[in-house]
């Protein structure tokens, strides 16, 4: 069983700052890429940004040089750096994790999804 739990979200004016948090845990072989999505009232899932095992970076456009996306693979966890917050930014946050287990079987699992909300 692995399990994905983020944490860090919020309420944030403006032109803040959040930090999200997620932990992957459970019966893990390895962890290749991992990644952000949200998902705003009314609108698609969305890519936020995604990290590979080698650490190569991408970045939604409307993200770019204001959001980081970082791992600790010894902690099994992926960060997301969100400065200058803009209203726009509202969602549900959802990570993913490409993951192997020890039977070798490869799959993506999700997370349960954090509210971030950006409001004056």
């Known amino acids: 069983q692995v399990q994905l739990v983020e944490s860090g979200g919020g309420l944030v004016q403006p032109g803040g700052s959040l930090r999200l948090s997620c932990a992957a845990s459970?019966?893990?072989?390895?962890?290749?890429?991992m990644g952000w999505y949200r998902q705003a009232p009314g609108k698609q899932r969305e890519l936020v940004a995604l990290?590979?095992?080698?650490?190569?970076?991408t970045y939604a456009d409307s993200v770019k040089g204001r959001f980081t996306i970082s791992r600790d693979n010894a902690k099994n966890t992926v960060y997301l750096q969100m400065n200058g917050l803009k209203p726009e930014d509202t969602a549900v946050y959802y990570c993913?994790?490409?993951?192997?287990?020890?039977?070798?079987?490869?799959?993506?699992?999700w997370g349960q999804g954090t509210q971030v909300t950006v409001s004056s």
């Open positions: 990290i590979t095992g080698g650490r190569s970076t």
């Open positions: 459970g019966n893990i072989f390895a962890i290749y890429a």
């Open positions: 993913n994790g490409d993951i192997r287990l020890p039977t070798m079987l490869r799959s993506t699992y």
